[in-house]
Protein backbone atom coordinates (compact mmCIF):
# COMPACT_ATOMS: atom_id res chain seq x y z
CA UNK A 1 0.00 0.00 0.00
CA UNK A 2 1.17 3.57 -0.73
CA UNK A 3 -0.28 6.52 1.45
CA UNK A 4 -0.66 9.64 0.19
CA UNK A 5 -0.69 13.29 2.13
CA UNK A 6 -1.50 16.55 0.22
CA UNK A 7 -0.66 20.33 2.06
CA UNK A 8 -0.19 23.61 1.09
CA UNK A 9 -3.62 24.36 -0.19
CA UNK A 10 -5.21 27.56 1.06
CA UNK A 11 -7.04 30.73 0.13
CA UNK A 12 -5.22 32.95 -2.37
CA UNK A 13 -6.32 36.31 -4.55
CA UNK A 14 -6.07 36.09 -8.25
CA UNK A 15 -2.88 36.39 -9.72
CA UNK A 16 -1.31 34.89 -6.73
CA UNK A 17 0.58 31.52 -5.97
CA UNK A 18 0.78 28.74 -3.80
CA UNK A 19 2.60 25.68 -3.89
CA UNK A 20 1.30 22.18 -3.03
CA UNK A 21 2.97 19.11 -1.60
CA UNK A 22 2.80 15.14 -1.55
CA UNK A 23 4.10 12.94 1.24
CA UNK A 24 4.18 9.34 -0.14
CA UNK A 25 4.97 6.63 2.12
CA UNK A 26 4.75 2.74 1.71
CA UNK A 27 6.29 -0.08 -0.16
CA UNK A 28 8.43 1.27 -3.81
CA UNK A 29 7.46 4.74 -3.92
CA UNK A 30 10.25 5.87 -5.76
CA UNK A 31 9.06 3.96 -8.75
CA UNK A 32 5.68 5.00 -8.62
CA UNK A 33 4.81 8.08 -11.06
CA UNK A 34 2.47 10.76 -9.75
CA UNK A 35 0.41 13.14 -10.45
CA UNK A 36 -2.24 16.01 -9.37
CA UNK A 37 -5.61 15.72 -10.31
CA UNK A 38 -8.39 18.70 -9.05
CA UNK A 39 -11.86 18.81 -8.83
CA UNK A 40 -14.06 21.86 -8.84
CA UNK A 41 -18.03 21.85 -7.48
CA UNK A 42 -20.30 20.26 -10.25
CA UNK A 43 -17.55 19.28 -12.04
CA UNK A 44 -15.79 15.87 -12.94
CA UNK A 45 -12.13 14.81 -12.02
CA UNK A 46 -9.51 16.21 -14.21
CA UNK A 47 -5.75 15.83 -14.48
CA UNK A 48 -3.71 18.95 -14.04
CA UNK A 49 -0.27 17.59 -14.17
CA UNK A 50 2.07 14.30 -13.61
CA UNK A 51 5.02 13.41 -13.68
CA UNK A 52 7.16 9.95 -14.15
CA UNK A 53 8.71 8.26 -11.40
CA UNK A 54 12.22 9.46 -12.26
CA UNK A 55 11.13 13.03 -12.73
CA UNK A 56 12.62 12.81 -16.52
CA UNK A 57 8.87 13.81 -18.19
CA UNK A 58 6.02 15.52 -17.20
CA UNK A 59 3.01 16.27 -18.29
CA UNK A 60 0.69 19.02 -18.52
CA UNK A 61 -3.16 19.93 -19.03
CA UNK A 62 -3.71 23.28 -21.45
CA UNK A 63 -5.53 25.31 -19.03
CA UNK A 64 -2.18 25.20 -16.49
CA UNK A 65 0.76 25.18 -19.19
CA UNK A 66 2.94 27.93 -18.20
CA UNK A 67 1.80 28.70 -15.13
CA UNK A 68 1.96 25.25 -13.45
CA UNK A 69 4.95 23.39 -12.76
CA UNK A 70 4.94 19.75 -10.72
CA UNK A 71 8.63 18.18 -9.33
CA UNK A 72 9.30 15.27 -7.33
CA UNK A 73 11.79 14.89 -4.58
CA UNK A 74 12.29 11.13 -4.20
CA UNK A 75 14.76 11.31 -1.63
CA UNK A 76 12.14 13.16 0.28
CA UNK A 77 9.21 10.98 -1.18
CA UNK A 78 7.66 14.06 -1.99
CA UNK A 79 5.82 15.22 -5.06
CA UNK A 80 5.30 19.25 -5.65
CA UNK A 81 2.85 21.45 -7.59
CA UNK A 82 3.47 24.86 -7.79
CA UNK A 83 1.15 27.25 -8.76
CA UNK A 84 1.75 31.07 -10.03
CA UNK A 85 -0.40 33.14 -11.65
CA UNK A 86 -3.72 31.59 -10.19
CA UNK A 87 -6.89 32.47 -11.45
CA UNK A 88 -10.83 32.08 -9.81
CA UNK A 89 -11.31 28.61 -12.85
CA UNK A 90 -7.98 26.88 -10.72
CA UNK A 91 -10.57 26.88 -7.27
CA UNK A 92 -11.24 22.87 -6.83
CA UNK A 93 -9.45 20.52 -4.79
CA UNK A 94 -6.48 19.34 -5.24
CA UNK A 95 -5.66 15.19 -5.21
CA UNK A 96 -2.63 13.96 -5.12
CA UNK A 97 -2.58 10.03 -6.96
CA UNK A 98 -0.10 7.83 -8.11
CA UNK A 99 -0.16 4.88 -10.26
CA UNK A 100 2.25 1.66 -11.38
CA UNK A 101 1.87 2.55 -15.33
CA UNK A 102 2.47 5.93 -17.10
CA UNK A 103 -1.37 6.82 -17.25
CA UNK A 104 -3.40 10.27 -17.28
CA UNK A 105 -6.82 8.60 -16.69
CA UNK A 106 -8.52 8.93 -13.05
CA UNK A 107 -9.76 5.38 -13.30
CA UNK A 108 -5.68 4.37 -13.58
CA UNK A 109 -4.73 5.80 -10.72
CA UNK A 110 -3.85 2.74 -7.83
CA UNK A 111 -3.72 5.26 -4.45
CA UNK A 112 -5.26 8.25 -3.63
CA UNK A 113 -4.84 11.34 -1.58
CA UNK A 114 -7.69 12.95 0.26
CA UNK A 115 -7.57 16.34 -0.97
CA UNK A 116 -6.72 20.16 -0.39
CA UNK A 117 -8.65 22.86 -1.27
CA UNK A 118 -7.76 25.94 -3.25
CA UNK A 119 -9.50 28.85 -3.48
CA UNK A 120 -8.53 31.74 -5.64
CA UNK A 121 -10.64 34.99 -5.03
CA UNK A 122 -11.19 37.42 -7.98
Known amino acids: QVQLVESGGGLVQAGGSLRLSCAAS????????MGWFRQAPGKERELVAR????????YYADSVKGRFTISRDNAKNTVYLQMNGLKPEDTAVYYC???????????????WGKGTLVTVSS
Open 26 to 33: GRTVSRIH
Open 97 to 111: AASYEWTGEAGGMDY
Open 51 to 58: VTWSGATT
